[in-house]
């Protein structure tokens, strides 16, 4: 359930398996109308009578990554059939087209006929049902289409060609997953295919393209999908391809995407190169990530049905809030706002942000109740609105951009204020919401700690705007807020901040609390209630570190007896990335010596050991093997890396002095 490869230009999104073959191509929103769902699109090889597809065993496959860029340099080698293949991919950073340069090389000492053929299964919308494939004569290209989605295949034998017919010698269109037919793949076994020109309902297609391969000798070819709502955006997309070349599109944007990541940002001089490198795969990881419309997705594997057949493919406002504080402090503080301009418009009428959203900014799947004890009860989790706003904070604080806080004084700040304001008991503990795992309802110390930051940071942004009625609601709440989530929240007996509390029949004077070990509480000093090397902050963070330590290869988990992916009943719970650099950021904070990183330095490096070998982060770990568990890549992991990174860098610097 990982996508070692992800590729985008924040409008078009393709993910590629360990395989090589392309699993999820969303579009028109990253994170949103996945058409294939997981369905291959996979690369054959016929010689010498033999067909194999480069996703069977006989094949050696090594993914990377060229240095800072999205380019890939994919590579595969089949001993017995005497192939090696080179796939530099890439999205194009100006349009929607994906373009894959395959190196053919003939690795035997005699000359042969190598024929490649690529396969590709959509399932348009996400369904399948309804699909159209045709071929298209005049350009000798397949189009798949359905309603307002059109896929166009093309391949080329030279970056450059005269006329506008590309290189496609063969070609099947048929049906697939329907009435016992497996897909034209199988056509292609004697390696020819059968010509059909069209098919409709549940369909897929294969092309064929032909080379002569001397003796020890490479030939390129480029397979290419242009990407569009009608027959002309495809088409016209088709001839830019043919006037540039599909060579000056990659090299383009591989321009595009180093001069994006090298700008002047965290200063990484003294940085281990693989996480220097690792560093700026995260940027742009996140970068593809992210809807051009401002949503910051989570994850978009759609190997990774978490439950009633449901992905990640959503924008979380805690988690986009946090990825865009990353990206602000690396220095991309205009990437993020669109972002805001996304929350100012899905707001919920009563200030607060709702469980997540769908990319094209409607409301999202949820599994939170708008009832709690026979009452009407908002299916929230308060950390997502406070976090917002200390995000946007973040944001005028690098830019001094005036006019943009401006712009979302009344709709965002205001409003976001006033619930955050009025949601509180009468002890100015925050009402009852769901916590950042979003499994319990309660008073969580992650999000309390959020609250009291949100509403420093709404004071700041009052104080910009000039706005006294909001300066006096924040300044009066979390002057309160701080000292009664002290007097309530931490655990005198044991010396240490819990996980939360909850007022039983929302009685405050009946307090229960959940002492469970939960990596969260980090949020104590994260978030400013306290520093980071206070006595309680100090043993709760030790006591989470003795706690939650997974023996074996090592990691945080989340909390004690956390199930979700749960591989071993030997660990508490598999360890994650998110949680152990949360451990390392308290070890940066509280340092006062060189010394002192040296822990957050070991726990950075552990990060960088269960990345993938391109790269990408996983949601979480297996806790003896360091196997990827759950969604990769998760954006959270990333931000969080790479938050953790300029945070140790810009400490580093503070103490050589």
Not at 66 to 87: F, Y
């Amino acid at each position: 359930m990982t996508r070692h490869i992800v590729l985008g230009n924040q409008s078009l999104l393709i993910n590629i398996d360990r395989w090589f073959q392309v699993r999820d191509i969303y579009f028109p929103h990253v994170g949103q109308e996945n058409h294939l769902m997981g369905h291959t699109q996979r690369i054959g090889v016929f010689t010498d009578g033999r067909l194999s597809w480069v996703n069977e065993e006989s094949w050696e496959r090594t993914p990377a990554y060229k240095n800072e860029t999205l380019a890939t340099e994919n590579r595969a080698v089949n001993r017995d059939l005497g192939i090696e293949l080179l796939l530099e991919e890439n999205v194009y950073c100006e349009a929607n087209i994906f373009i894959r340069k395959i190196t053919v090389k003939n690795i035997q000492e005699r000359q042969r006929e190598v024929r490649l053929f690529f396969n590709q299964d959509f399932h348009i919308y996400g369904d399948g049902i309804g699909d159209t494939a045709v071929y298209q004569m005049d350009h000798n290209v397949i189009v798949h289409y359905k309603r307002s989605r059109y896929f166009l295949i093309g391949v080329l034998k030279s970056n450059k060609k005269e006329g506008i017919k590309t290189d496609i010698d063969d070609y099947a269109i048929g049906q697939a997953e329907n009435g016992g037919f497996r897909g034209t793949y199988v056509d292609a076994e004697d390696g020819v295919l059968s010509k059909n020109p069209v098919a409709q309902g549940s369909v897929d297609s294969t092309v064929r393209v032909s080379l002569q391969l001397p003796k020890n000798s490479s030939k390129v070819v480029y397979y290419y999908m242009t990407i569009g709502k009608n027959f002309q955006e495809v088409y016209a997309l088709n001839d830019l391809i043919m006037e540039e070349s599909p060579e000056s599109l990659l090299e383009r944007t591989e321009e595009c995407q180093r001069a994006w990541v090298n700008r002047e940002g965290t200063d990484l001089s003294g940085l281990e190169p693989r996480l220097a490198t690792l560093y700026k795969r995260s940027l742009l990881v996140i970068k593809t990530q992210t809807d051009a419309g401002g949503a910051i997705i989570a994850a978009n594997d759609s190997d990774n049905m978490q439950f009633n057949r449901d992905t990640y493919s959503y924008m979380w406002p805690r988690d986009g809030a946090l990825v865009s504080i990353a990206m602000i402090k690396a220095g991309f503080p205009e990437f993020t706002k669109p972002f805001f301009r996304f929350c100012k418009d899905v707001l919920w009428w009563a200030g607060c942000m709702l469980h997540k959203y769908n990319p094209d900014g409607t409301l999202g799947s949820s599994w939170h109740p708008w009832i709690e004890y026979g009452q009407p009860a908002l299916p929230i989790q308060e950390d997502e609105t406070a976090l917002v706003i200390h995000a946007l904070w973040k944001y005028y604080e690098a830019t001094g951009d005036l006019e943009f806080i401006k712009e979302l004084h009344e709709p965002l700040i205001e409003k976001a204020v006033f619930f955050m304001d009025g949601y509180s008991y009468p002890n100015n503990i925050p009402v009852e919401s769901y916590d950042l795992w979003e499994e319990r309802r309660g008073i969580f110390t992650f999000t309390a700690s959020a609250v009291y930051r949100g509403l420093l940071s709404g004071e700041e942004l009052g104080h910009v705007l000039k706005d006294d009625k909001i300066c006096s609601i924040c300044h009066v709440r979390y002057s309160k807020l701080r000292q009664a989530l002290i007097n309530e929240l931490y655990d005198s007996e044991r010396g240490v901040f819990p996980r939360g509390i909850r007022y039983e029949d929302h009685d405050t004077d009946r307090k229960i609390i959940d002492r469970t070990v939960d990596s969260s509480v980090y949020g104590i000093f994260e978030f400013d209630l306290l520093p980071a090397d206070d006595p309680r902050v100090v043993r709760t963070m030790q006591n989470l570190e003795e706690k939650l330590w997974v023996p074996g290869k090592g990691g945080m988990a989340r909390y004690e007896n956390d199930t979700y992916h749960r591989t071993a009943d030997l660990v508490t719970g598999n360890p994650w990335i998110i949680c152990t650099l949360w451990l390392a950021k308290w070890y940066i904070a509280k340092a006062k010596e060189i010394r002192d990183l040296e822990k957050a330095l070991e726990l950075i490096n552990w990060v960088a050991d269960c990345s993938l070998e391109t790269g990408i982060m996983p949601e979480q770990v297996h806790p003896f093997t360091e196997e990827s568990l759950s969604v990769a890549p998760l954006t959270w992991s990333h931000a969080e890396f790479v938050d953790t990174i300029t945070r140790y860098q810009e400490k580093k610097a503070q103490l050589e002095v």
